[in-house]
């Protein structure tokens, strides 16, 4: 693999790492919003003077974070869509449709190697001979794009 095909994967590789990270944060919303209604059922049953203040207290500090995360659910999800969105324009710019297909398979729905080659409905040696063809014409054209 040249270094311009490594760079173009790496270049397409980064919208799986952008959905990795917006799985991470929905899945810590989760949990946050679990320990939002903990906090809030334990402020309900607390009867009067400190302990009461003290549940306030972990309520407030829950949903402030919950709603920190809240924000970072939305702007990780928005730069998802952006990255999706320009692999996508470059993906659309390959001129073979059945190199387009499977590239779009793999970086785009973010599909294992195993489900490409049942969608695509290639041998394996051909899927992989697509891809790094994939590879050398996306290369070609982030070289035209920056220049």
Do not use: P
């Not at 095909?5 to 799986?16: D, G, H, P």
């Not at 659309?92 to 970086?107: G, H, P, S, W």
């Not at 695509?120 to 590879?135: C, E, I, K, T």
């Amino acid at each position: 693999m040249t270094d311009e095909c490594f760079e173009a994967k790496q270049w397409l590789r980064r919208v799986y790492v952008i959905a990795k990270r917006v799985e991470c944060n929905e899945r810590l919303l989760e949990v946050l919003k679990a320990r939002v209604n903990t906090a809030v059922a334990r402020y309900e049953n607390t009867g009067e003077g400190s302990d009461r203040e003290q549940a306030q207290k972990r309520r407030e500090d829950a949903l402030f974070e919950y709603i920190e995360q809240e924000g970072k659910c939305e702007r990780s999800q928005k730069l998802y869509d952006r990255e999706a969105r320009k692999v996508t324009r470059i993906i659309k710019r390959i001129d073979d449709d059945t190199v387009q297909e499977i590239m779009l398979l793999r970086y785009v729905d973010l599909l294992r190697w195993a489900d490409v080659i049942k969608v695509a409905n290639y041998s394996r040696a051909q899927v992989f001979r697509y891809h790094a063809d994939g590879l050398a014409k996306v290369a070609q054209i982030l070289k035209e794009v920056r220049r």
